[in-house]
């Protein structure tokens, strides 16, 4: 069974960063890992994905250059690096994996990702 457990998110404020970590378990394949967001009143929406490989790494518009993603396989864990925060970007953020050798596509399927962690807040104040 996958289990994914996210850590280190928090408040900050403006233009500052925070890193989110998502470790998994339960499975050492190869496959589409991403981060997804949910504000209060919305709908989630797609952050950033990557293959497990390093390869097709995809982010939304509205993160670009200022998120990135990467992943330490040797820890079996996904990184999203966010910087120049604003607060518009406050959220829960929530991890997710594909199946196995599911590759990422830049549209942030939600349904073809099966396994999701519990969240982490992120608050931006202004």
């Known amino acids: 069974q996958v289990q994914l457990v996210e850590s280190g998110g928090g408040s900050v404020q403006a233009g500052g960063s925070l890193r989110l970590s998502c470790a998994a378990s339960?499975?050492?394949?190869?496959?589409?890992m991403g981060w997804f967001r949910q504000a209060p009143g919305k709908e989630r929406e797609g952050v950033a994905n990557?293959?497990?490989?390093?390869?097709?790494?995809y982010f939304a518009d509205s993160v670009k250059g200022r998120f990135t993603i990467s992943q330490d396989n040797a820890k079996n864990t996904v990184y999203l690096q966010m910087n120049n925060l604003k607060p518009e970007d406050t959220a829960m953020y929530y991890c997710a994996r594909k199946d196995p050798f599911s590759h990422c596509s830049i549209n942030f399927k939600q349904n073809e990702f099966r396994y999701w962690g519990q969240g982490a807040q992120v608050t931006v104040s202004s």
């Open positions: 339960g499975s050492t394949v190869s496959t589409c």
């Open positions: 990557i293959y497990t490989t390093g390869e097709y790494i």
